[in-house]
């Protein structure tokens, strides 16, 4: 099992700046990606960033140039730097772990944070 805890959401302007944590716990050798979601009212969740345990990365064409996805394993830690931000980038974040045990991959997902982005 992993555990996810997001934290740093919140309002900004627009042209601001956010960066989003996700501390991760549990069976974290088994995790082989990181990613952040989003889902904005009335539509359906997005795949935004994501990292994979070998520090690959992959993003949006949304938000290409203005997000950067890093991770910090001493920490346990994902991040999700938010830049230039528009109002559509509003939506609930949610950190997502794939976690591999042998055949099986198990999806897991925190409770989300807010982002609302003011124009």
């Known amino acids: 099992q992993v555990q996810l805890v997001e934290s740093g959401g919140g309002l900004v302007q627009a042209g601001g700046s956010l960066r989003l944590s996700c501390v991760f716990s549990?069976?974290?050798?088994?995790?082989?990606?990181l990613e952040w979601h989003r889902q904005a009212p009335g539509k359906l969740r997005e795949l935004v960033a994501g990292?994979?345990?070998?520090?690959?990365?992959n993003y949006a064409d949304s938000v290409k140039g203005r997000f950067t996805i890093s991770r910090d394993n001493a920490k346990n830690t994902v991040y999700l730097q938010l830049n230039s931000l528009k109002p559509e980038d509003t939506a609930v974040y949610y950190c997502?772990?794939?976690?591999?045990?042998?055949?099986?991959?198990?999806?897991?997902w925190g409770q989300g944070t807010q982002v609302t982005v003011s124009s």
């Open positions: 997502h772990a794939k976690e591999k045990e042998g055949l099986f991959e198990y999806n897991h």
């Open positions: 549990g069976s974290i050798n088994s995790i082989s990606a």
């Open positions: 990292i994979t345990r070998g520090g690959n990365t």
